[in-house]
């Protein structure tokens, strides 16, 4: 699909805004696929990270903000540049821990669009290994209102 359509966020532009944001440095956070209504990002293990340090899995919080923050950018390939984004609703089923000193991905696509809402799927899985996951997220995203936007400072009023 073209990196450009009329009316969207530039594909490029939104790489460049989302690895400067500091959540992101901050995880750890590489944008590995991003296409429209689709994104993949990696985050390498870092014992910062970690929930429990008799096992070393990771905070289940740090998976959350993974997918949330997956979902989102591939929410903004999907919507007009310009519009704010905002997480509205986000459900995740843990179903395994993450394994220790492995990366995960964090995979997320937009599967219905409405003027005001996004619907996301997204899945949190350790590298080669996408038929087992750790997580399943389902989120709804509200477009167009108060949020996030890429390109701006602070919340879009």
Request: no cysteine; glycine share 10%; aromatic share 8%.
């Amino acid at each position: 699909m073209p990196n450009k359509q009329p009316g969207l966020y530039p594909l490029e532009s939104l790489r460049g805004i989302f690895k400067h944001l500091p959540q992101y440095n901050e995880l750890g956070l590489a944008i590995v696929v991003l296409e429209r209504s689709r994104s993949v990002l990696r985050m390498e293990y870092d014992e910062r990270l970690v929930g429990n340090p008799d096992s070393g899995v990771l905070h289940g919080g740090v998976i959350t903000t993974l997918l949330d923050s997956v979902s989102g950018m591939a929410v903004f390939s999907a919507i007009e540049e310009g519009a704010s984004a905002a997480t509205l609703d986000l459900r995740i089923d843990y179903l395994k821990p993450a394994t220790p000193n492995k990366a995960i991905l964090g995979e997320a696509e937009v599967y219905k669009l409405t003027k005001s809402v996004a619907f996301v799927r997204a899945n949190a899985f350790h590298e080669g290994e996408p038929d087992k996951p750790i997580a399943h997220g389902f989120g709804s995203f509200m477009v167009g209102s108060v949020g996030f936007s890429p390109g701006t400072k602070g919340p879009k009023p």
